[in-house]
């Protein structure tokens, strides 16, 4: 099923996938986060966990500079207001300017009216590299029907598949659509990543955390689809891992940074559950 | 000292407490929160931890249309400011024309001018369902002399059942004082909740944990003061079990959350140790 | 090396640092805290385990009338915004005033020239007692060539002890230096705090608790330069046993607050590696 074409530099996709991991340790990357004030904590620890560094700055004052100093954006629209709107165009125009990677996450669009107007507004006024969501919130921005439950996707989508490389298309991002099982397109290739655990939709944060990791992966991969798929595959895998040492959400949750910290490279590999195919 | 009257589709107020909370698992109610900076991380995981979907927003562009879909709010005054009390009556007064439980966490009322004079005027504004606080707040808005040490009561009331009754009568709600003992009273009734631990005195958001949980069981049961009984008495035994499974504040926080995850019922009728008489 | 003329109501300094950890329990100082939204739950909660009492408020029709009540305050410039400054210098200035303990974080001073401005703003208009910030933080704002990346310290400084003690100097405060090693001076005496463990910048908010720490020390402690090498020996044998008990960043952050809560006098002794010395 590993049929896409291949960056250069790897033997295969799969060390590919191993690789990007590896490289956010070495290089640190600085993570800028305009997001929401819920999951911000969480946010940052996945970032430390894994080697990036956080940074949160969503004055209209400082966006530019912090981000002119930043390797990746992501822009999280979970408790928007109008200035985070400001500054989240703001930083993210200047993100275009600098050539780096842009990961929209669209909380909670098809939920309000409000929610849907400020994604499509991000997605007009800014190059995004990466847009991270739920179906519903997928479908919204496309302009199907929605199955909103405030922030949560509702019903079952019966093609996600389409639905993702329509995303893909339409807003010449690649796309990445979560749930039971992830999809990620960039309009050529799709992967079907098959790893991951109930109980992150017993935490909050679990598809922010996911957001942040493909901004982490993308400023050390210049192949967003494969950083992106990389991204999915790793906290997957992390919480099959957590799963197992925790006995509920709360000791999950902690088992999810304890995880994202020491996940050993062979372990990543092992475990993997990735189809990449092209379409 | 069971004498309350008892809801008509329950065979005792026991088994009625006890079923509230599977109904929460099996209903999946959606809980819109307007709420501080400090603890909506908690207070997300609390709802998910019981099956609840919780979702935050704020910003007056939104606040109706979310609340809509909900199936209740929580209004807690924690972080105030002038936008967020804007949203809270907007939010709440949309709730009041769905029919939807509205409860009030006034957080810190008493300690400043300021937060008093905010939570009388969503009192006055909003037609609230349960008044969740603690007894130096309730002494606050009721007008008498105020024992509050920032967010904290001090020194002790000596008649608390009394000032629950009255905050029920004068608010036209039912009304929740928590402290070592928790009292519940809708004008009727009184319960009287003996569950809990000392240890949630030593994390933060124990209290507004609580009024998220009194909201997710009320958006489940129409009889608010079986609802409110039910979570006040749930949440003290979770407390109960997790002090068993912690070492300290840290790993107690997140044995709250697994415990709030996986409590048997015969867990719950086991340890619960509730007083409800006719006053 | 411990040379320090020691404050006359203790028989030597060792004894003095344990002191003020037990004071803190006796007396539950009120701390109040303007900061960041990514770390408020984790400061609340740091304050809550070693017996202090937190209590955010932002809101300019407040900060006067709540810091009042406190015996402390915290300045966390962490996620800066025009109206967060305006709170912080009222509050300040309303904590001067009253003589209380002022503790300033300039977190990120050095990224951008906001950060710098902002704190350099409430160093002129605050009197503070305790700046406690990262080698790039401080060096910032004394004008040096700052090697900020993002809120991180980047680099190595080759004489921290000489630029904590023209901090201390510049602006007449308690300056605190945190890194491998934490600088304290006063501008007459030197503490270097060996304390610590390299999985505190595997954790957000580290740096953040440590400041509410060293507020929550000089609320019960006169002489600041005590209370600030206590709070910062305290944290990092806090560190030490935590990283034992913990098995990555997610299980050391509760063992963290597990710790503050029951560190003992005795293990506190045995763990302290501080040097103390006149400059």
């Given amino acids: 099923m590993l049929t896409r074409p291949l960056p250069e530099d790897s033997g295969d996709i799969l060390s590919a996938l191993g690789a990007v991991r590896s490289r956010v340790k070495n ?63 703001k930083a993210g125009q200047a993100a275009n300017a600098h050539s780096l990677p842009v990961v929209l996450d669209p909380v909670g669009a098809g939920a309000t009216r409000y929610r849907t107007d400020n994604a499509l507004r991000v997605l007009r006024e800014v190059r995004i590299g990466i847009l991270r969501a739920n179906t519903g919130e997928m479908a919204s921005l496309l ?81 967003v689809f494969i950083a992106s798929t990389a991204a999915l595959a790793f906290f997957g895998i992390v919480a099959e891992k957590a799963a197992l040492l925790g006995k509920g959400p709360g000791t999950f949750r902690s088992a999810l940074f304890d995880t994202m910290f020491s996940l050993e490279e062979s372990d990543f590999f092992k475990s993997l559950r990735v189809e990449v195919k092209n379409i």
């Fill in 27 to 89: 290089k640190e990357p600085l993570i800028h986060h305009i997001t929401n004030y819920v999951v911000a904590n969480d946010s940052a620890n996945a970032m430390l966990a894994v080697g990036a560094l956080p940074v949160m700055a969503i004055s209209t004052n400082e966006v530019e500079e912090m981000v002119s100093q930043a390797q990746a954006l992501v822009i999280n629209l979970g408790t928007p207001t109008t200035s985070l709107i400001e500054s989240a165009v």
């Fill in 143 to 223: 302009g199907h029907c929605s199955r909103m439950r405030g922030v949560e996707a509702g019903g079952k989508y019966h093609n996600v598949a389409e639905l993702t490389i329509q995303a893909s298309l339409t807003f010449g991002c690649v796309s990445v659509s979560t749930g039971a099982i992830d999809y990620v397109s960039d309009g050529k290739a799709m992967a079907m990543i098959h790893n991951g655990h109930p109980l992150l939709k017993r935490v909050t944060g679990a598809g922010c955390m996911v957001s942040s990791l493909c901004a982490a992966f993308a400023a050390v991969e210049n192949d």
